[in-house]
């Protein structure tokens, strides 16, 4: 885990926090329209390092009622620096079930490794979500 690294419980009064972090929320009505929804399931964590955030995850249980890293966001600066795989384990460690998802386009070179070296699993592919990209299903099985 990177250095000085903490995290904390996000929720939609965070949305400010999460569009510094990724400013493609700001600008985007929908977009922050559909984050404040995700994080309304209280699942959520935002990375911070010296106070700035870094990077978030987003969990909810929309799919079939098991906990899904519905997003993964780390900060342009701040990418390759193991932000993301601290965020993965912090997603893993605080779950309750004995799995967790996550999906990733199979064009997602950074993500499909940061998930290998984490110790997921391939779990399934859906087609058609973005045409010729293929939407990839990864499981984390609890030990």
Same mark, same amino acid.
Request: proline share 8%; hydrophobic share 45%.
């Given at each position: ?64 009622? @098991? &906990?899904?890293?519905? *997003? #993964?966001?780390? /900060?342009?600066?701040?990418?390759? +620096?193991? %932000? ?24 997602? @070179? &950074?993500?499909?490794? *940061? #998930?290998?070296? /984490?110790?997921?699993?391939?779990? +399934?592919? %859906? ?17």
């Amino acid at each position: 885990m990177p250095a000085g690294l903490d995290f904390r419980s996000v929720g939609p009064a965070d949305i400010d926090l999460l569009a510094e972090i990724d400013p493609r929320i700001a600008p985007d009505p929908a977009r922050r329209a559909h984050m404040v929804h995700l994080l309304d399931s209280g699942m959520s964590w935002a990375a911070l390092q010296g106070g700035e955030g870094v990077g978030f995850a987003i969990v909810t249980r929309h799919f079939y009622a @098991l &906990p899904l890293v519905d *997003l #993964l966001f780390v /900060a342009e600066p701040h990418r390759r +620096g193991g %932000v993301g795989r601290a965020l993965m384990d912090h997603c893993e460690a605080s779950h309750d079930t004995d799995r967790m998802f996550t999906s990733t386009n199979e064009s997602n @070179l &950074p993500m499909r490794a *940061l #998930l290998a070296k /984490a110790g997921w699993r391939p779990a +399934g592919v %859906v087609n058609y979500l973005d045409p010729g990209d293929p939407e990839l299903i990864f499981v984390k099985l609890r030990g």
